[in-house]
Each structure stands twice: as C-alpha cells, then as structure tokens.
C-alpha cells in the first residue's frame, strides 16, 4: 500500500497544520558542523536543546533506522499584543509562543500523517521540540520557509509565529528535496538592532549567553550583566520577532480562523512569589525549568520585580523581606539584588554568609531609579563581536 505526499498534505493541513512540507532524509552536514562550531565557541551558553549531541538531532536515521524521507509541519499561533492589566500590582510578561501549549496541538497533527504511513507499514516516528531532530534545518529543507536574520525559519504569510515539527519514516515518499524558499528578509537588520542585549552577533547567529529567551531557561545564578535587560518578562522573548516585518503584518490579520488562541500574557509577580512548590509546576510546568525546580521560576520573579516593583507598596515589601529570609541561598541571593536595587532595607537577610549572598552583597547595583535605558551591551568579550 503507498501513500502519496498530496494525500498526507491534505491531512495535515486539515488537522490544522499551516503549512506541510516533504524532503530527504539526509543528515544535515552543514548544520552539525554550526552546532560543532557555535558550541566549541560558547554561543549555545550551555543550551542543550539539539546542542547536546549534534551528531543524533542532525541525523534523522538515529531516529528512525533507515529514514528515506521528513514530513515537516507548521502550527501558527497567535502574537496579538496584550495590554497589561491596569491594577497597579507588578505583573511580568510572557512570550507569545509561551503562552499556551502549542507543541501538543502540533503532535497530533503530525501524528494524523505519521499514522497512514503505519497502516501502510511503515516506520513513523514524530519528532516535536525535541533534541532529537534539528527542526528548522528541516523545515528550510522542506521548502516550507527560509533562514530569518534572527535565526529563526519564516514561512510565507505566516512569518516566524509558528513552532514547527516533523515526522521522520523510511517510506520513499520524495526523491528529491523541493526548491529552497527565497530569502524574505533582504537588507532588513531590524532584528538585530531590535534585540535588547546584542544576542544576535550575526545574521542568523545568536549568542545564547546574551539571549534573555535562554537566560530565564539557564540554571545557577541569573546573569548580573543582563537582569537590568530582563525588564517585566518572566518566560521568553518576543522583541526580534515583534520587530520583524513579515510579524508584524501576521499580527494585524489576526482574524484567520486557524489561529491558536493564546493563554495569559502577564503573570501577577506577587502571586508567584507567594505560590507554592506545588501550584507553581501545576501552572507552569510546561516551560522550560531547570531541572523542574520552582526556584528557578522564583528567580526570575524577584529580577523582574527588581525591574518593575514599587517599593512603596507594602505587598512587595513584604515579598522581598519572606524572599530575604528564604532557606534557598539562590532566592536570599536575588533577592538581596532585588532589594538593593529598589532601595529597600535589608534587615530580613538570614545567613549572609553563604557564598551566593555574599557575592550579591558585594556586587555593584543601579537602583531602579538611576539605572540606564534596558537596552544596553555590557562589555564581554565573545568569539563573535556584536554587529556595530
């Protein structure tokens, strides 16, 4: 029994799927060789999504023994802004693509098309944000979109407001790989001068170690060199792709009714901060945590309310203070930051001592009141050197 790409089209497309692509299951040589280069440079700051072995998320057959060919798909999801609610509590910001679960709608899509392949006997493997399979080098092989500046695939008429996926199979569905799409982007460098800390050095080259989107991710302290760049945004980034033109038309047709509604867009700090253990990976969970430890959730809170806090406002007072006296010396630790930072007193601090207090205690601090626009590039050195 044989199953014909156009018929796989059809249904993944009526699972919701924007755009359905097929290619060659070839390793991807030139991308094993950026991730070998950029990781030995230090640009993937300790990521280990798709870094972690580029040898296996670079070779389709290491999930598939025998892959013949890639079934890449696109699930679109919503960027529309969302005003910040007006109740003068500090509220942080979440990224568009982090607002809801996007990657289980996109499961089920590409398993629709993975499951003819195995009535008709085949392997059939789905691969979604996973390290097991470079998405975006498949998609661009795909021909389903092209290479953007900030690294990112855009695909016509849908930009980069989508998370992609694929189904790996040894069926012989194509034999060969379609035309690449054309280069969209030009001379436009809007993301790379969007970006609020410089991450992108390159055109399509980001510097993990300067990107907010993977510093909220990184386990151990939260970069001092980059907390003041942080601002209200607790999960994500959005700015480079806010910034890009194909984005921003996407978000003013915002009506088409295959569009993914989006979750929350502001998180109250406060109610973070006073969350349980418990309630906190209920909520949350289905972000990137390290090690799915809360205090890494907890973290981010405090630089954000570093940011964002009125230290008039008893609430947050009170806040910093329970922080202050926190058994985990990696919450005293930031929140020493955060109340210096706002001018509060520090008399609730246990245990100074520890060596993470300690180095906050004697780290220099910009108040809120003082400090420089978010948008600023600390001097660290880097095997790339940010675009002039």
């Not at 359905?20 to 280990?48: I, N, W, Y």
């Not at 629709?112 to 392997?123: F, I, K, Y």
């Not at 205090?295 to 203070?321: F, I, K, Q, T």
Request: net charge neutral; with cysteine.
């Amino acid at each position: 029994m044989s199953v014909d790409t156009s018929t796989l089209a059809a249904v993944g497309r009526r699972a919701g799927l924007c755009a359905v692509g097929f290619c060659r299951a070839e390793p991807f040589t030139d991308s094993a060789q950026v991730l070998h280069e950029r990781k030995q440079a230090g640009l993937h700051g300790g990521m280990q999504f798709t870094y972690r072995n580029p040898d296996r998320s670079t070779c389709p057959a290491r999930l598939v023994p025998g892959a013949a060919a890639l079934i890449v798909g696109a699930l679109e999801f919503s960027a529309a802004a969302c005003d910040r609610p007006d109740d003068g509590s500090p509220y942080a910001r979440v990224a568009a693509y982090a607002r809801a679960d996007y990657y289980t709608p996109l499961r089920a899509a590409l398993e629709t098309m993975a499951e003819p392949l195995r009535a008709a006997g085949h392997r059939a493997v789905v691969s979604a944000d996973e390290n097991g399979l470079v998405d975006r080098a498949a998609a661009h092989r795909a021909g389903i979109g092209w290479w953007g500046k900030n690294s990112n695939i855009l695909l016509p008429g849908a930009g980069s407001l989508a998370v992609l996926g694929a189904v790996v199979t040894d069926a012989p569905l194509v034999s060969a790989d379609p035309e690449p799409v054309a280069d969209g982007c030009g001379s436009c460098r809007r993301c790379l001068d969007g970006c609020p800390t410089g991450a992108i050095v390159a055109p399509g080259t980001v510097d993990a170690r300067r990107c907010l989107a993977w510093l909220v991710q990184a386990d151990g302290v939260f970069d001092p060199d980059y907390r003041v760049a942080l601002g209200d945004r607790i999960y994500g980034c959005d700015d480079c792709s806010e910034v890009c033109p194909p984005n921003r038309v996407r978000v003013r047709l915002e009506g088409r009714a295959n569009r993914r509604t989006n979750g929350p867009a502001w998180v109250p700090v406060l109610d973070l901060l006073d969350s349980s253990d418990e309630d906190l990976i209920a909520t949350f969970g289905r972000w990137y945590i390290p090690r799915r430890q809360p205090r890494y959730l907890r973290r981010n809170a405090l630089v954000v309310l570093a940011n964002v806090g009125e230290p008039s406002e008893p609430r947050v007072r009170a806040a910093v203070d329970r922080a202050l006296g926190d058994p985990d010396p990696l919450i005293r630790a930031h929140a020493v930051w955060c109340a210096r930072r706002l001018g509060l007193s520090l008399d609730a601090l246990s245990d100074a001592a520890d060596p993470l207090v300690r180095a906050e205690l004697e780290r220099p601090v910009r108040t809120s009141v003082d400090s420089p626009p978010v948008r600023w590039f600390p001097d660290r050195s880097s095997p790339v050197e940010p675009p002039a």
